[in-house]
């Protein structure tokens, strides 16, 4: 979806000197589906850093990427006398001049007094559950710790390590269920009159006919499911690169992820009101804006201020929720009058504004390790595979918004071993698309 303004931050400069090598450093029922979650509630404790893959720290709403601006680098063509590098700088992201829209929800601006939002129960910034049951999804972002710990977080993975994560992974109700049948409802949906009759609405991507003829709608069986899968055998086995495969699974997993929280906050008007709990833990683990587990976790390090604009967009669905509701009722979005629908729309745009940017960011991250590692001639092969990833879940949204800016992501992405020239091109794209929500 577009928005109608944006404010466009250019990060890539060219100047001298450059690049710099990286831092070393229980309902339990969601989904529209009623069935049980066997996993209990996520655990407090914030997830640890990882060298190739975890976010920068930042203080206040300014990313400050690790790379020197001053320090120079070596030629990764082993020519002496000049190479891209020479002029190549990465400057840090500045938030500071990010401005919301009119219409946004804002309960972290005077508990929303000031905005076009009625009172509503969630406006001192802290969620509060449509349903006192504790949702299933928290239990799956424990399960994406737990995996994270296994494969990404404390060095090169063992096959045994892959066996334990995929053990995590495969708890019943758990990621593995919901990757099976995730959409993207970016998508049109399936034409109802090709549905399955003997599968319930909210599964139809779980037949094979119909994920194969809709493989972007049906992302999780078509593309995300067979990755993981595939990465997962790869690193029991031992066949190839261990840091590869669990990249690949990061990747996969942060992709799901950010399109569940879309997706339930959606179901939460459509199918049943306790799914803004599920958006909500999908994203925070359970936790408070402070905090956070799971893809909050590195976010909230990459830039604070994209961190708390995702949470207002989930409260925005929760706020929503309470100003239509009818005496402890909730009506489906379809029962409403126009206006309700409209403010529904607004905010689940608003939401879903801040979770592009959030997934750009941690594309942005990563492709800066990349070029820091390009131009000191090292190999990350376990980088790209997460940006092989998750760089082609930002090009729908990218066309949509910048054609040119969006040609030069898709030959990236597109590259086996891209060049210094494509991957400066990237950076700057992904910076003016994705701009501070």
């Not at 309960?107 to 939002?117: E, F, G, I, L």
């Not at 929280?261 to 994203?283: F, G, L, M, R």
């Not at 409403?336 to 689940?348: E, H, I, P």
Request: aromatic share 6%; net charge negative; glycine share 6%.
């Amino acid at each position: 979806m577009t928005r109608a303004s944006w404010t466009l931050p250019l990060t890539l400069v060219l100047l001298a000197p450059a690049c710099k090598e990286p831092d070393p450093s229980v309902d339990t029922t969601d989904d529209s589906t009623g069935a049980a979650d066997s996993t209990g509630p996520a655990t407090t404790d914030a997830p640890t850093s990882d060298a190739t893959t975890d976010a920068p720290t930042t203080d206040g709403t300014t990313d400050t990427p690790t790379t020197d601006p001053t320090s120079t680098t070596g030629d990764p063509t082993g020519d002496p006398t000049g190479t891209p590098c020479d002029a190549l700088q990465i400057s840090p992201i500045d938030e500071g001049a990010c401005e919301v829209l009119a219409s946004d929800y804002q309960p972290r601006v005077n508990m929303s007094k000031d905005d076009t939002w009625a009172a509503c129960v969630v406006d001192s910034g802290v969620y509060t559950q449509v349903d006192a049951k504790v949702p299933g999804s928290l239990a799956r972002v424990t399960q994406y710790e737990t995996i994270a710990d296994l494969l990404w977080r404390n060095g090169t993975p063992s096959a045994d390590d892959f066996t334990a994560a995929r053990d995590a992974y495969i708890t019943p109700e758990g990621l593995e269920s919901r990757v099976a049948r995730r959409d993207d409802l970016h998508y049109a949906d399936i034409p109802m009159d090709e549905w399955d009759p003997q599968v319930d609405a909210d599964k139809q991507c779980t037949v094979e006919a119909l994920w194969t003829k809709y493989p972007e709608r049906c992302i999780g069986p078509s593309t995300l499911r067979p990755t993981i899968d595939d990465a997962f055998i790869a690193g029991q086995t031992g066949e190839g690169d261990a840091d590869v495969h669990a990249a690949r699974i990061r990747a996969a997993l942060d992709w799901f992820l950010v399109l569940s929280v879309y997706k339930e906050a959606n179901t939460c008007a459509t199918v049943k009101a306790p799914d803004c709990d599920s958006a909500w833990a999908y994203y925070t683990g359970g936790q408070s804006v402070d905090a956070g587990l799971g893809i909050a976790g590195a976010l909230r390090l990459a830039s604070q201020n994209t961190h708390e604009r995702i949470h207002d967009g989930i409260l925005a669905a929760r706020c929503w929720r309470d100003l239509t509701q009818d005496n402890g009722m909730y009506p489906l979005l379809d029962q409403l009058d126009a206006d309700a629908r409209d403010l529904f729309a607004q905010g689940w745009e608003q939401l879903d504004q801040a979770l592009h940017r959030g997934l750009a960011l941690l594309v942005r991250e990563q492709l800066v390790t990349y070029i820091n590692a390009t131009c000191d001639n090292t190999e990350m092969p376990a980088v790209w595979a997460y940006l092989k990833i998750t760089g082609p879940a930002l090009q729908r949204e990218a066309d949509e918004r910048d054609a040119a800016g969006a040609a030069a992501l898709k030959t990236l992405w597109a590259s086996d071993a891209p060049t210094v020239p494509e991957l400066e091109a990237g950076l700057p794209a992904i910076d003016a698309i994705f701009p501070c929500p």
